[in-house]
């Protein structure tokens, strides 16, 4: 009879670890959401692409952030003040703790400002803009600017702090490479930051899954309910919409704009829209004098102000937006979006098609039979990317001008046209979101004749180039009149526009499916933050 009473017992308490752990399980809230494509890294210094830096967001901090709104919010940083036109002073937050327990302090901000000035990384224009950064304490640091900057706590959002004895310990002081060739960097597969949550598992391209961090400093002050998050990327758009119908998703990004109205009538499920603050376009190389990849030798069509003129006269910007975005996108003939600080309808206006006009100016240029250049774009990064471009093809096609599309996934795209890879590009298609929500930082990125020194134009693919325009974005990064501010802006950008630099095609929309229970907020820069995540 003591035996089988203390089987009885035995066999009782065994049931309660079961209910109890099954009792937790069903406790655990986890979040399932897809992308078109993969972060491309988990190394906070390797990308400058808006996705792949708003999937870092939730695992690393910068000292100032957004929140749902793109409002400055504290983070690693609890204030910040300007006492001088070239001096910041930013007071650190205490009791903050990495994602392995070392505590955060001011050595970590410094080490990773340095980082971000590495061969490798794609952040270098955000480091440059400090010329040194002092430490004044273990949670006090002193910021010198070349200039005097007025937004640079703005500029900073995306400047992800890490930790220099956990990247000294693991040998990766320097960025990853986003060309590819040092994939090994133990930072591009692993993590260490502050945020709410930590990776627990890297699969590139198939599963990233992360789990809320315990010790995360800010857990009372964000909404989110969620435990465990799964990501996983689905480049097939009827694949990711299915996905999400069917329950094995709680969130897809983003949603072909044609099957908005197959999620509204879906049960369970709804579409999220509105206009994404990125503006999307094609740019030229303006810069080597014969051009990588086209049939022309010995010289390069693009440095012909005529030539450029012709491609952004033969592309219907409203067409596109008609047939392949079903008029969910907004048509422009800028590079900023209209909810960028500085934006203007004088410059940001769409230009109006001329195909006729296109083939005279071909042919005043000496190309009276147009010609051949390839055309680099993604597959997998912006909304209907590779439809937008079979379009401009196509509508380029109409005056002479034969696109060989090369159209791949944004990893290979990425590393073999940014200044990494050498710009082996000819004419391509790029998206882009100040990440300042600000007009000063596409002057900057875009359009500034490219110095390698300051990192100014690291992203003016194509290398146009016109001091006026130099002259103007510096101006207007140290004015702090914001009516003389936005006018320099304006003269900056007509001056890129009358010089045809570049193809402005449209301002994107945002495009996301969410399960109807499901509360988040969709910020106007496209970010997924999972802070703001909450579940029934």
Not at 256 to 264: G, I, T, Y
Not at 456 to 483: H, I, M, R, S, W
Not at 515 to 533: F, G, H, N
Request: hydrophobic share 40%.
């Amino acid at each position: 009879m003591r035996t089988s009473t203390l089987l009885k017992r035995s066999a009782l308490a065994a049931a309660l670890v079961v209910a109890t752990g099954l009792a937790h399980a069903a406790e655990t809230k986890t979040f399932r959401w897809a992308y078109q494509g993969d972060a491309m890294s988990l190394d906070p210094m390797a990308l400058n692409e808006t996705f792949t830096l708003g999937f870092q967001n939730n695992i690393y901090e910068p000292l100032v952030a957004y929140d749902g709104e793109l409002k400055l919010v504290p983070a690693l940083a609890t204030s910040w003040e300007n006492p001088e036109p070239t001096k910041w002073v930013f007071k650190l937050r205490q009791g903050v703790k990495f994602h392995d327990g070392t505590p955060f302090n001011a050595d970590d901000v410094i080490f990773s400002w340095k980082r971000s000035l590495t061969p490798g990384s794609d952040m270098k224009a955000y480091g440059a803009k400090a010329a040194d950064i002092k430490k004044i304490d273990d949670y006090t640091i002193e910021v010198t600017t070349p200039t005097p900057n007025p937004i640079l706590p703005r500029e900073w959002v995306y400047l992800f702090i890490m930790s220099k004895p956990w990247s000294e310990k693991n040998k990766t002081t320097e960025a990853t490479n986003a060309k590819g060739d040092n994939q090994g960097n133990f930072a591009n597969l692993n993590s260490n930051g502050t945020g709410p949550f930590m990776v627990t598992s890297r699969q590139p391209d198939i599963r990233t899954t992360m789990k809320r961090f315990d010790g995360y400093w800010g857990k009372d002050k964000i909404a989110t309910n969620v435990d465990e998050v799964i990501f996983q990327p689905i480049t097939q758009e009827a694949t990711r919409v299915a996905a999400l119908i069917s329950g094995e998703m709680d969130a897809v990004i983003p949603v072909p704009v044609q099957d908005w109205k197959r999620l509204e009538d879906a049960k369970g499920v709804k579409p999220l829209t509105g206009a994404e603050a990125r503006a999307i376009f094609i740019g030229m190389d303006q810069s080597r004098d014969e051009l990588l990849f086209s049939n022309i030798k010995g010289k390069n069509p693009f440095k012909d102000v005529r030539v450029r003129e012709a491609v952004v006269l033969a592309v219907d910007t409203k067409a596109i937006n008609d047939k392949i975005m079903r008029g969910a996108a907004k048509p422009l003939g800028s590079l900023v979006a209209t909810a960028i600080n500085g934006y203007a309808d004088s410059y940001g206006a769409p230009i109006k098609p001329d195909v006729e006009k296109a083939k005279k100016l071909l042919v005043d240029a000496g190309y009276p039979q147009g010609f051949e250049v390839t055309m680099d774009c993604p597959n997998d990064r912006y909304v209907n990317d590779e439809k937008v471009c079979q379009a401009v093809a196509s509508m380029l096609a109409r005056v002479g001008i034969k696109i060989n599309l090369l159209a791949q996934t944004k990893s290979k795209y990425f590393g073999k046209i940014l200044p990494q890879a050498g710009n082996q590009t000819s004419m391509y298609m790029l998206g882009w979101t100040p990440s300042s929500i600000d007009a000063h930082n596409a002057l900057l990125n875009l359009v500034t004749c490219r110095d390698p020194k300051t990192s100014a134009g690291q992203f003016n693919l194509g290398g146009y180039c016109n001091p006026k325009v130099d002259e103007l974005t510096a101006k207007v990064g140290v004015e702090t009149d914001q009516v003389k501010r936005n006018a320099m802006i304006k003269e900056a950008f007509e001056i890129v526009r009358t010089d045809w630099g570049y193809l402005p095609l449209h301002q994107q929309p945002m495009s996301w499916g969410v399960k109807d229970t499901i509360k988040v907020v969709q910020r106007a820069d496209d970010v997924m933050d999972l802070r703001s995540v909450v579940m029934p």
